[in-house]
């Protein structure tokens, strides 16, 4: 028996890929492990065959891979979904319209964005990811909670535990504070 075996066939992310993209190295990439969930009464339940993961490409974003994804999907619009996105860092400046324009045009598709980093290289990044909450997307820092998920769901690990660095736990906390920060002012 395998020690983690890709469900359905699909490609887990090699171990090295994840730690340079999740921990505390500074990644140059985007990845973007994603589930989607279709609610059932009071339940979310995971959609079959709508799992994995991501990267960015050549004149595309993660984010905008993603959303080229979705129509072929064909999501029921009398069904509520929910897209969890596990992403190496925030939506950019450019991406952040794309994704409320899509939300905004999705009403039965909820975003829940958990982020390693925040990305800050192009001015507007904050107003970006607060239009995104106006938008209804939920959005937080990946947690050892949200990395221990993805390490089980989308590495193959190979049954090897996952470990945080004491440093990615003191990254974590100022991360989370930096974006509450961000999210909590309403800038003019």
């Excluded at 990845?31 to 993961?53: A, K």
């Excluded at 960015?56 to 072929?72: G, K, T």
């Excluded at 049954?159 to 509450?180: D, M, S, T, V, Y």
């Amino acid at each position: 028996m395998e020690d983690n075996p890709a469900p359905s066939g699909r490609s887990l992310m090699d171990v090295d890929t994840f730690n340079s993209n999740f921990g505390i190295i500074w990644a140059t990439e985007t990845y973007l492990c994603y589930e989607v969930e279709v609610r059932e009464e009071d339940t979310w339940v995971p959609v079959e065959g709508l799992q994995g993961f991501l990267r960015n490409q050549v004149y595309c974003h993660a984010e905008l891979c993603f959303l080229d994804r979705v129509p072929s999907w064909l999501l029921d619009e009398g069904k509520q979904y929910r897209l969890m996105w596990y992403i190496s860092w925030s939506p950019c400046p450019d991406c952040a319209p794309k994704l409320v324009d899509f939300l905004r045009k999705n009403s039965h598709v909820q975003l829940r964005i958990f982020a390693a980093r925040i990305y800050t290289k192009l001015d507007g990044y904050e107003d970006g990811l607060r239009r995104l909450q106006d938008a209804g997307a939920k959005l937080a820092i990946m947690t050892p909670k949200e990395l221990q998920h993805c390490w089980d769901t989308f590495v193959d690990n190979q049954g090897q535990q996952f470990e945080p660095e004491l440093e990615l736990l003191e990254k974590i906390r100022a991360r989370c504070q930096r974006l509450e920060n961000i999210l909590r002012i309403q800038g003019n």
